[in-house]
């Protein structure tokens, strides 16, 4: 296996070193990063095993595809990227990729379609998705394809929306699959009337068909609801987006639940190369854990970004969420003398401050730290720091 990943990132550098030699119409960026990381397969406080700390050698390499061709436009990254372990048991290296794919068309001066598609395929499944963390069950791949077709009803003032998305999880262990693999497909329509220059209005619904491998936490959620979006000035910007929603789990054992739900988003702009953003948000959401077929989560999340000086960027970003878990939406894995019901609180905050050596060259120095407080996982409880300083170049 370690053959095998030498060999592949042996043959990605040569081919990043040969496009960048031929001048072709692809970005090539080389970011390599030691990396100090303090619970390297984020062990719960409850789980009999040691945390396990270790440094990290992180090699990225970054392909990046913007073309404009009179009406369409596409975007492709594509980043693989191998990590060293210094000291890990069993396994010392991984190898995981990054896929990104965009591509929009404008089909008549009223209409156009978008298409994005994400792909990751990675060891060790860590990937951050709503908020929800996939953590220590297996390798994994995540696809997710969205698309959406607009038409202006009355140009300038009325447009019409339709969108849908499809969203596949699945893991590589058959036993974990069968409990975690899950697709989820979301269709639905906006309605945006343009009151002022600044200022939208939008009617919006959504259907979504969530599908697990097992039934327990299959469930159809159906969302109607209004957004306001307003530019009150060049330095503020606010959108509001509330609303009503219906989940059907497919459980026998969970019942029915109808909630409003409610999203803020704000950015603020207050001098030039300064941007502060701040989000509050209340829904209904999957759940994580699979003896609830939901959860109702509340999250706040804000950033902060700072040019210092012509070279020198600082960018913080944080979130706080909560999900409470009802036993109302139990599903028949429950079991009162083993499980709770409860909230499980999540916290995430990243640091970074980035130096623009030259055209080329630059250097980041990050930090990041994760929380996780639950009382319907407690042995799942941790927390994780890690320290980064690495080394980008355009190749």
């Known amino acids: 296996m370690r053959q095998l990943t030498q060999t592949i990132l042996g043959l990605l550098l040569?081919?990043?070193?040969?496009l960048?030699?031929?001048?072709?119409?692809?970005e090539v960026y080389n970011f390599l990063r030691l990396e100090y990381d303090d619970n390297i397969f984020t062990t719960g406080d409850g789980s009999a095993a040691e945390v396990q700390e270790s440094l990290v050698i992180v090699e990225q390499i970054e392909f990046l595809l913007d073309t404009q061709l009179n009406n369409s436009y596409f975007g492709i990254r594509y980043s693989p990227v191998f990590k060293?372990?210094?000291?890990?048991?069993?396994?010392?290296?991984?190898?995981?990729?990054?896929?990104?794919?965009?591509?929009?068309?404008?089909?008549?001066?009223r209409t156009s379609f978008q298409l994005k598609h994400i792909l990751r395929i990675a060891e060790e499944a860590e990937l951050v998705q709503d908020d929800v963390s996939f953590r220590n069950n297996n390798d994994y791949m995540y696809n997710s394809v969205v698309g959406k077709f607009i038409t202006q009803v009355v140009p300038d003032k009325t447009s019409l929306q339709f969108s849908g998305r499809y969203e596949d999880f699945a893991y590589d262990d058959n036993a974990v699959?069968?409990?975690?693999?899950?697709?989820?497909?979301?269709?639905?329509?906006?309605?945006?009337?343009?009151?002022?220059?600044?200022?939208?209005?939008?009617a919006q619904f959504r259907y979504s068909d969530l599908d697990y491998e097992t039934d327990l936490r299959d469930a159809e959620t159906i969302q109607a609801g209004l957004a306001l979006s307003k530019m009150i000035n060049p330095k503020f910007q606010t959108e509001v987006r509330g609303g009503y929603e219906s989940h059907d789990a497919a459980d026998e054992v969970s019942q029915d639940t109808d909630t409003p739900y409610a999203d803020l988003n704000l950015s603020y702009f207050p001098v030039k190369g300064t941007r502060m953003t701040g989000t509050i948000s209340y829904k209904q959401d999957k759940s994580p854990v699979s003896t609830f077929t939901m959860q109702e989560r509340f999250i706040f999340a804000g950033s902060y970004s700072n040019e210092l000086t012509a070279g020198i960027t600082m960018n913080i970003t944080?979130?706080?969420s909560m999900g409470e878990f009802s036993t109302d939406n139990a599903t028949a894995l429950y079991d009162p003398?083993?499980?709770?019901?409860?909230?499980?609180?999540?916290?995430?905050?990243i640091a970074s401050l980035d130096y623009n050596i030259n055209v080329r060259n630059s250097m980041i120095l990050s930090y990041s730290y994760t929380d996780l407080e639950s009382d319907v996982r407690s042995a799942s409880d941790y927390d994780r720091n890690r320290f980064s300083l690495g080394w980008k170049y355009n190749l």
């Open 177 to 202: 699959a069968r409990a975690s693999d899950y697709n989820n497909s979301t269709g639905g329509f906006d309605v945006v009337q343009n009151l002022q220059p600044q200022t939208s209005l939008s």
């Open 337 to 349: 003398a083993v499980n709770s019901d409860g909230d499980e609180k999540r916290i995430s905050f």
């Open 84 to 109: 060293y372990y210094e000291d890990r048991p069993d396994d010392d290296t991984d190898l995981s990729h990054q896929w990104d794919f965009i591509y929009n068309q404008d089909l008549t001066p």
């Open 14 to 18: 040569t081919c990043s070193l040969f």
């Open 318 to 320: 944080g979130s706080y």
């Open 20 to 26: 960048s030699a031929e001048n072709l119409p692809i």
